[in-house]
């Protein structure tokens, strides 16, 4: 916006403890004087002819801020639609899920200096929701690759690690099996490799993966994973737990060719709702990934300083899923004032 100098960023609070975790970035947002303005964008699902649909104003806000940051979404359960999340997904095309898994100093856990970087398919493989009952008893699940597909989001991991300067990057297959499924996806990444010279890429199969981030995670420390949608949803975690022990720290970003959108992996923390009690470093770390990919570097860096200095701190400043006494608010004026 011309006349204030803001970018206007559509903000879906989400469910739970939604609104408590996105008070506190509205605040520290405008503590720390960054240049956003916020659009509230209400996607309460519509069903429409049995399809789960986002409502038009909430599409209308998010093509036009192309930048979304979102909170948890319940998923009602067992009422045969689609969860609001993959209607998210397909609705604007986010083909790449980027998780990053970054040790916190000053909160131990049990691996020092984490800093693992993955980006999954988020479109298709075993998500493509193909199944049916063959004959009783005996059911067929369809994995689906594509040339496309794998090709747009590796094509971003090659981006992207040259954008963060990580000098590699890995691809993860279980191709020896899925040998078509998976050798497209491999095969692809040999192609593109050929126009990204100054990245390494190298192939690796799941199963060696999860037995060297285990063993050594500073092995991936300077490389950017890339995989298939299930692998990538398993692999994700696992970094998340090798990195904080706890999802309440883990930020996402959900890539697409003209809209993203931003959000923290866990849910809505039903137990915990209403309670000033949720931890809302997720959503700000994703809110810092977010501030990143629009360029606004200097303002990420030093929120992000001010959240990881909290956290430092020591427990009284860290909310109870940390082992801290600190509640949502009193956490968010902690970082205000390390601004
Ligand atoms: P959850 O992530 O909501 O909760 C798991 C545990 O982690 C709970 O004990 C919760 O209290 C704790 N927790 C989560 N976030 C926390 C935070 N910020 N601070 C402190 N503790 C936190 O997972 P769930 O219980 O399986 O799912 C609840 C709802 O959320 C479901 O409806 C599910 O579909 C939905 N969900 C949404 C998303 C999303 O929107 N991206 C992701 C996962 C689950």
Redesign the pocket.
């Known amino acids: 916006d011309p006349s204030t100098g803001k970018y206007t960023v559509s903000f879906i609070e ?4 939604g609104p408590e ?1 996105s008070k506190a970035v509205k605040d520290i947002f405008a503590a720390a004087k960054a240049p956003i303005q916020w659009e509230s964008c209400d996607v309460s699902p519509l069903f429409i002819n049995g399809l789960t649909t986002i409502p038009q104003p909430a599409q209308d806000s998010i093509n036009k801020n192309l930048i979304a940051l ?8 067992g009422k045969g639609h689609r ?3 993959l209607t998210l997904r397909k609705t604007f095309g986010l083909f790449a899920n980027v998780r990053p898994a970054k040790s916190v100093q000053g909160y131990k856990t049990a691996y020092d200096n984490v800093d693992l970087v993955l980006i999954r398919e988020n479109t298709e493989g075993e998500y493509s929701g193909i199944e049916h009952v063959v004959s009783p008893g005996v059911v067929q699940s369809i994995k689906l690759i594509t040339q496309d597909a794998s090709e747009r989001v590796i094509r971003y991991a090659f981006e992207y690690a040259r954008a963060v300067e990580r000098p590699k990057v890995v691809v993860v297959h279980k191709s020896t099996i899925q040998r078509l499924a998976d050798g497209l996806f491999v095969s692809v990444a040999e192609q593109l490799s050929k126009e990204y010279p100054d990245i390494e890429m190298q192939t690796e199969l799941i199963d060696n993966t999860v037995l060297h981030t285990v063993r050594d995670p500073k092995k991936y420390s300077d490389v950017v994973v890339v995989c298939p949608n299930l692998y990538g949803d398993i692999l994700s975690d696992m970094n998340s737990g090798l990195s904080a022990g ?3 720290l883990t930020p996402s970003a959900n890539i697409g060719h003209k809209v993203s959108i931003f ?10 709702a209403g309670q000033n ?7 700000l770390l994703s809110s810092v990934m977010m501030l990143n990919h629009m360029g606004l570097t200097e303002i990420a860096d030093k929120i992000e300083q001010a959240v990881f200095s909290t956290i430092a701190a020591g427990p009284e400043s860290r ?3 940390l082992g801290g006494s600190a509640s949502t608010s009193s956490f968010a004026e902690a970082v205000i004032s390390r601004l």
Do not use: M, Q, R, Y
């Open positions: 989400g469910d739970g403890v975790i979102k909170g948890p979404l319940a998923t009602p359960i969860s609001l999340n706890s999802l309440g959000e923290a992996v866990h849910g809505s923390a039903p137990d915990i009690k949720a931890n809302p470093t997720a959503l909310t109870g899923d």
